[in-house]
């Protein structure tokens, strides 16, 4: 028998379950904007930079070659790779009927993140007047570019970016990227707002699209201005918006898709850099220190302890009097992470296993937040600074 207290105190757990689910807006999307189409098209550039990729390259590049967009060039900057992605990518040059080619990163100069290094060379090599920046790990539906061309002429944007949908098939990735996903969701709930926004603190780009008119790639600096940035995507976009331009960000989950990490060792590595820096960068300077603390105690304390306290209350350990709130807050849980994964296209099964998910996002965010010394990422070590500084390349002072 549940009584007005169990109700009360279950209250931000049904809160979150009937509230969060309609305030996530899924607009707008970019199969919704006229694809760009007659003559005189420009010359687009997609810039692919790789480093050990020999898994993704080839599927990426033969869904890039597969576009009905007709003028493009691909370009695939082989960032010291160890794993046989440059003979893949060369490979693929030579049957790409001269639309591919292939650049030899030079060596990484101090103070510059390997991505951005390659990015800028692939910049330099580039002829279009448009810029795509693109991971090797996505893959491009063929008529995806043809729509992001469309609304970047449609918006009038300097920077175009598109949230594709995330591929998860591996446990691990099933029970903790939808948590990090949610709170990515959920902070930029509304695009529309985020695309209309002219503060820094609330746009957000994604990193495995980036479209740029050429002459807006080059006002900005292009990435030699965040060369020491391992989230450079996010501070481009803040950096656009503080320059006075526009982004344009929109969902592109039917014609993109991407897998991130497949296994809990590359999780634990990608997002705790990515945590340590994202997070901090998206608030006022006087949350940054908390903010990492504050998110990985909110994971563990929303998802973790109804479920526990329900499980030790039945078992006897705890007082049986907290069975009915338990049960609520654990019921409101299952139904809204029921209805999240349903919506990124998980087997909803898997959401029985959300206090697991809670547990490893929460830890994932303290451990972003005690980071100090440096960070390793695809054999390259990074410098954690303390407090709001984050991630950087070494030899790259704070800003």
Known sequence: MFTLLDLVAALPWLAIAIVLPLIVRNRPRLEDVAPLEGPDLPLV??????????ENIGACVATLLDSSYPNREIIVVDDHSTDGTGDIARILAERGGGMVRLIQ????????????????QGYHAARGDVLLFTDADTRHDEALLGHALGA????GASLLSVA???LMHGFWERTVLPHIFLLIYTRFRDLERVNRTRNPRDVIANGQFLLFPRSAYEALGGHEAVKGEVVEDLRLAQRTVEMGHR?????????METRMYSSLAAIVEGWSKNLAM????????????????????????????????LALAIAGVLDR????????????????WGIAYARMRVPVLNALLYPLGGLAAGLLFLRSAAMRGSVGWKGRSYQVGGGSSGI??????DS
């Open 164 to 166: 594709p949908r995330q």
């Open 152 to 155: 970047l002429r449609a918006t």
């Open 278 to 309: 994202g997070s901090r960068n998206t608030v006022d300077a006087w949350l940054r220190p908390v903010l990492p603390w504050a998110a990985g105690t909110l994971l563990i304390l929303l998802w973790v302890v109804p479920p526990a306290v």
């Open 105 to 120: 990163a030079a060596p990484l100069p101090d103070g510059w993140v390997g991505k951005c290094w390659a990015c800028w």
């Open 321 to 336: 009097g907290l069975i009915p709130w338990a049960t609520l807050a654990t019921g409101a849980s299952i139904l809204f």
């Open 45 to 54: 550039s997609i810039i692919v930079p790789a480093r050990n990729e020999a």
């Open 247 to 255: 982004i344009w960000i929109a969902r592109a989950d039917r014609l």
């Open 392 to 397: 950087r390349a070494p030899g790259t002072g």
